[in-house]
């Protein structure tokens, strides 16, 4: 695998569901096309633009949002800012025009169904979620650039596959958990404390700390959002959301009027058992059903496991009063380091690894944060992500009708569980006697992402998705 430098906010993206390979990814991908044609001066002598999408991208592009993604890319609209509620608006209009803005500045003709083109039977080597654009110039010259969406919103351009980024130096650089423990030991740090040495490198404390604190504004108005929204989720499969109505049960008539008096409220309602458990499910529920509503949410690694790292997050919040800016930015330092060991050795994209790629590294992630939080050591961190992805290890990418819905909304639920109970068993045991270690436990993840059948890789062709057909509408 090649060596990467990634940061905070390379693993944490600020984007637009439902997915982050098929839809953040994708939409990336477009911009950067169309950027790219302004930059040398010929975006004005495009005449027509043709988008091919291969693999996984053409059988789940569809319920992915991939062609909304493409279309709003390639008319210059960011998907940091881009209001939410206009993105099917948008993409139903250049549809009904057959117009599309090129870049935002330069309309040109587009026929949906001619020249937006799902190459189910192809696949490019690389990488399964593959995306070709073609613009056809004034005078007969073409521009063709292929892109392909490795995962977590993470882009490479065909022909720079292979590249090593090495743009900072960094003072701790790691590769591996046991890259990581070995710094930990020589330093005395905490994970969280040598990872925000590492981002000194890329941009002052104060903008690293401005940046984190984006994300966590982005990540607590997703879930009040989703625990405030009714209704029935897009796509065709008649999903009712559920946070609102167990939001509403769980808050028993408490009043409140914002996110902070909402959290206040939660904790008065005690720390039980079920109680707390019914709330991690709703703090999952509530950011995925937003995602899979074209809501705005933060990879955590991924879109379709957006919801794990929130939930944990809110967990140790609203039951362990974190509360408080220095701990969420602990939270999200670890999260991000344990993420980036599976990216370097393994993958986060389900159509490469399956949903243990998503929903296993996410878990893995979280479990770590939660116990560094709650007082673990450098070890207990990583054995507390360990054992959260080792009971996640084959876990198959299914989606019905090619929408992040079924199974993936429940999933998250079910990872935030895991993670907790992850990071409460570390807590309570000797990493010193552990058997497995995280880096063997990737290696693993790796093995069997390589040995699983694409069928089960985020493709809709096996699994749940083909013992519940449905014949959902044309987009």
């Not at 701790?172 to 070995?182: I, K, N, R, T, Y």
């Not at 509503?293 to 140790?316: D, E, K, Q, S, W």
């Amino acid at each position: 695998m090649m060596k990467e430098q990634i940061s905070i906010v390379d693993m944490f993206k600020i984007g637009i569901g439902p997915s982050s390979s098929h839809t953040l990814g994708p939409w990336r991908a477009a911009q950067r096309f169309a950027a790219g044609l302004a930059q040398r001066g010929i975006l004005m002598d495009t005449e027509s633009v043709k988008i091919l999408l291969y693999g996984s991208l053409a059988k789940t592009g569809i319920g992915h949002g991939t062609d909304i993604a493409v279309l709003l890319g390639l008319s210059g609209d960011d998907p940091v800012t881009f209001p939410v509620d206009d993105v099917q608006s948008k993409a139903d209009r250049i549809k009904q025009h057959r117009l599309l803005l090129l870049g935002g500045t330069h309309e040109i003709p587009f026929e949906y169904a001619a020249d937006l083109m799902l190459l189910y039977a192809e696949s490019l080597p690389f990488h399964p979620n593959a995306v070709t654009f073609q613009a056809l110039l004034a005078g007969g010259k073409a521009i063709s650039e292929t892109y392909y969406s490795i995962g977590g919103g993470f882009v490479v351009q065909e022909g720079n596959e292979a590249q090593v980024t090495e743009e900072v130096d960094l003072p701790f650089p790691v590769q591996s958990a046991h890259d990581l423990l070995g710094w930990c030991i020589r330093t005395g740090l905490s994970i969280s404390e040598l990872v925000l040495e590492n981002e000194q490198a890329w941009r002052p404390e104060a903008e690293t700390n401005e940046r984190v604190r984006q994300l966590f504004t982005v990540i607590r108005t997703c879930i009040y959002r989703g625990c405030h929204t009714e209704g029935t989720l897009p796509g065709g499969l008649g999903v009712a959301r559920r946070a609102h109505q167990l939001n509403k049960k769980l808050m028993a008539g408490r009043t409140y009027h914002d996110y902070d008096s909402w959290i206040a409220a939660i904790r008065a309602g005690g720390n039980r058992f079920p109680y707390i458990l019914d709330w991690v499910s709703c703090f999952a529920l509530a950011v995925n059903e937003e995602n899979a509503a074209f809501g705005r949410v933060v990879t955590a690694p991924t879109n379709g496991a957006a919801g794990v790292i929130p939930a944990v997050l809110h967990y140790f919040i609203a039951f362990h009063d974190g509360l408080d800016e220095a701990k969420i930015r602990q939270f999200i330092a670890v999260a991000s380091e344990i993420g980036s060991i599976f990216k370097k050795g393994a993958t986060i994209s389900a159509a490469m690894g399956g949903c243990q790629a998503e929903i296993g590294v996410s878990a893995a992630m979280a479990a770590g944060a939660l116990a560094e939080c709650l007082g673990g050591s450098q070890r207990q961190v990583l054995m507390a992500a360990e054992i959260a992805m080792e009971h996640h290890l084959g876990l198959t990418c299914d989606p019905i009708g090619g929408l992040v819905q079924i199974p993936c909304i429940e999933r998250n639920t079910m990872g935030a569980v895991k993670a907790i109970t992850a990071a409460q068993l570390a807590l309570q045991s000797n990493p010193d006697k552990a058997k497995v270690s995280l880096d063997t436990v990737v290696k693993t993840m790796w093995e069997t992402a390589q040995d699983m059948h694409v069928k089960y890789k985020e493709t809709a062709d096996g699994g749940l998705a083909v013992q519940l057909p449905l014949s959902l509408p044309e987009c």
